[in-house]
């Protein structure tokens, strides 16, 4: 009997021995391809020899230092590497400083939590109040849940959350109107956060949060181009800080380092984990604007915030190494070649499936939406559990996909979300929609024939 306190209990869950690329092996030698990276971690695959070596290199001299006696070499490369991107991939970027912890939840709060003493430190106590979207995921913890809108996880610790105001996500496929141009659609939903920030009084907001890609609560939602110009351009007027939560949707996955270099637009706050280390160590960062960073500086000159292992030198390390495989290999040139093949079988393949609503994302970061009746789009009822269908199917295909659920409130339907290792070719492209196929076929046919219209 297992003492591992596993996520589903009821699950037998394979154990995993080995990586090779973008395969996983378990203990009875059977191969998986990593098709989800996880859940978008995974980027450079199971078996990265140039991070490995940097790892082992890092504990061999030094494996921890704990900062607040010491800063690293590791970090301070890290942190000049981060930055340099961002000043040659963002449009008027902003972001100067990194606070490095050990994934993304750690990220949104350290994020939070800088937004509100960022403006204690400026003379505006006033501003606390958080502004986010209800199609979101930011984290587990109890500040990240707070900000985030999905029901399914919010709601047993609804009365331990902190308040925070939802507004619309921009979720074209869902809530543009027949009439309504893209353009007009981003800016409607955009306008929302004005609506919502003079409604709460611009002297009380602190931020507005955002995924500029959707991942864990809507599968690889883009917002339609003008859309987020339009929300800094809000955000300006009214003081409040961006923070852009790209946990999922950064470092390379959509073909850009940051994602919303995509969206020509740089943020106040950008928080980053899961490809920052790709899986081979815990890490994730917060990447802070010059202003924001000077307000500590001149003001009390500490952040009131901590954790152990902030800038965890190995862990450091590993995202340097990530880095340079990511920028001396063409990898991001492959997300974008491998992205649009992957995207034109999914295409090809589902483009007309009666279930599937619509195909979507960017680079290598794509989703299905799943549909009980294409007309209408009315999602499965979640009762059915779909997504924990196809992700058993998938699985028993060798697959790994990163399969979720509707809304409790009905909104949605199951996604399945696409998010392999940036070194895949065309052969992985086929076998990804091939099985895939074959797991959406069986979890479908396993399915009472009156769920299906
Ligand atoms: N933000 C986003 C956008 C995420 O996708 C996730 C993880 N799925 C998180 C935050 C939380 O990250 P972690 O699980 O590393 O705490």
């Given at each position: 009997m297992s003492h591992v306190f596993h996520r589903q209990p009821a699950t037998a869950y394979p154990v995993a021995v080995a990586g090779d690329g973008p395969y996983l092996i378990d203990a009875a030698g059977r191969r998986y391809l990593d098709a989800c990276g996880g859940a978008a971690v995974s980027c450079l695959g199971h078996s990265d020899t140039a991070v490995r070596d940097a790892i082992k290199g890092q504990v061999d001299s030094l494996a921890y230092a704990h900062s607040a006696f010491f800063t690293t070499q590791a970090a301070e490369d890290l942190a000049d590497v981060l930055i340099a991107r961002a000043a040659e991939t963002m449009p008027n970027n902003r972001l100067d400083k990194v606070y490095f912890v050990s994934g993304g939840s750690e990220a949104a709060e350290a994020a939070l939590k800088l937004a509100r003493q960022y403006f204690l430190e400026i003379c505006q106590p006033g501003r606390h109040r958080i502004i986010a979207r209800r199609q979101s995921y930011h984290g587990n913890t109890l500040g990240a849940l707070a900000v985030g809108g999905n029901q399914w996880r919010r709601q047993p610790f609804e009365p331990m959350l902190m308040p925070a105001t939802h507004i619309a996500p921009c979720y074209a496929y869902r809530d543009r109107r027949e009439d309504e141009s893209e353009a007009a659609y981003g800016q409607r939903v955009a306008d929302e956060l004005e609506a919502a920030i003079l409604d709460l009084g611009p002297e009380t907001v602190a931020a507005f949060i955002a995924e500029p890609v959707v991942g864990a609560t809507a599968g690889a939602l883009p917002p339609v181009p003008g859309y987020f110009r339009r929300i800094r351009e809000i955000c300006d007027r009214y003081g409040v800080l961006l923070i852009l939560?790209?946990?999922?949707?950064?470092?390379?996955?959509?073909?850009?380092?940051?994602?919303c270099a995509e969206d020509g637009i740089a943020p106040d706050i950008l928080m980053t984990a899961k490809?920052?280390?790709?899986?081979?160590q815990p890490i994730g960062a917060m990447l802070c604007s010059a202003a924001i960073y000077d307000a500590i500086v001149t003001g009390?000159?500490?952040?009131?915030h901590g954790h152990t292992?902030?800038?965890?030198v190995t862990a450091c390390a590993a995202s340097l190494a990530v880095q340079r495989r990511l920028h001396e290999g063409g990898l991001l040139e492959n997300v974008r070649v491998q992205g649009a093949a992957l995207r034109q079988a999914l295409d090809a393949a589902f483009g007309q499936h009666p279930h599937v609503g619509e195909i979507r994302g960017r680079g290598l970061m794509l989703g299905l939406e799943l549909v009980a009746d294409r007309a209408s789009k009315a999602p499965f009822?979640?009762?059915?559990k779909l997504n924990a269908r196809i992700k058993r199917e998938a699985m028993a295909r060798g697959l790994m996909c990163y399969p979720m659920g509707g809304t409790i409130d009905g909104r949605h339907g199951d996604h399945v979300m696409l998010a392999p290792p940036f070194i895949i070719g065309p052969e992985h492209v086929s076998e990804i929609v091939d099985r895939l196929g074959q797991a959406l076929g069986a979890a479908l046919d396993s399915l009472p024939a009156e769920a299906r219209p």
């Amino acid at each position: 009997m297992s003492h591992v306190f596993h996520r589903q209990p009821a699950t037998a869950y394979p154990v995993a021995v080995a990586g090779d690329g973008p395969y996983l092996i378990d203990a009875a030698g059977r191969r998986y391809l990593d098709a989800c990276g996880g859940a978008a971690v995974s980027c450079l695959g199971h078996s990265d020899t140039a991070v490995r070596d940097a790892i082992k290199g890092q504990v061999d001299s030094l494996a921890y230092a704990h900062s607040a006696f010491f800063t690293t070499q590791a970090a301070e490369d890290l942190a000049d590497v981060l930055i340099a991107r961002a000043a040659e991939t963002m449009p008027n970027n902003r972001l100067d400083k990194v606070y490095f912890v050990s994934g993304g939840s750690e990220a949104a709060e350290a994020a939070l939590k800088l937004a509100r003493q960022y403006f204690l430190e400026i003379c505006q106590p006033g501003r606390h109040r958080i502004i986010a979207r209800r199609q979101s995921y930011h984290g587990n913890t109890l500040g990240a849940l707070a900000v985030g809108g999905n029901q399914w996880r919010r709601q047993p610790f609804e009365p331990m959350l902190m308040p925070a105001t939802h507004i619309a996500p921009c979720y074209a496929y869902r809530d543009r109107r027949e009439d309504e141009s893209e353009a007009a659609y981003g800016q409607r939903v955009a306008d929302e956060l004005e609506a919502a920030i003079l409604d709460l009084g611009p002297e009380t907001v602190a931020a507005f949060i955002a995924e500029p890609v959707v991942g864990a609560t809507a599968g690889a939602l883009p917002p339609v181009p003008g859309y987020f110009r339009r929300i800094r351009e809000i955000c300006d007027r009214y003081g409040v800080l961006l923070i852009l939560d790209e946990v999922m949707c950064g470092m390379g996955r959509t073909g850009h380092l940051y994602a919303c270099a995509e969206d020509g637009i740089a943020p106040d706050i950008l928080m980053t984990a899961k490809g920052l280390g790709a899986g081979y160590q815990p890490i994730g960062a917060m990447l802070c604007s010059a202003a924001i960073y000077d307000a500590i500086v001149t003001g009390s000159g500490f952040f009131q915030h901590g954790h152990t292992y902030i800038g965890h030198v190995t862990a450091c390390a590993a995202s340097l190494a990530v880095q340079r495989r990511l920028h001396e290999g063409g990898l991001l040139e492959n997300v974008r070649v491998q992205g649009a093949a992957l995207r034109q079988a999914l295409d090809a393949a589902f483009g007309q499936h009666p279930h599937v609503g619509e195909i979507r994302g960017r680079g290598l970061m794509l989703g299905l939406e799943l549909v009980a009746d294409r007309a209408s789009k009315a999602p499965f009822d979640p009762a059915l559990k779909l997504n924990a269908r196809i992700k058993r199917e998938a699985m028993a295909r060798g697959l790994m996909c990163y399969p979720m659920g509707g809304t409790i409130d009905g909104r949605h339907g199951d996604h399945v979300m696409l998010a392999p290792p940036f070194i895949i070719g065309p052969e992985h492209v086929s076998e990804i929609v091939d099985r895939l196929g074959q797991a959406l076929g069986a979890a479908l046919d396993s399915l009472p024939a009156e769920a299906r219209p």
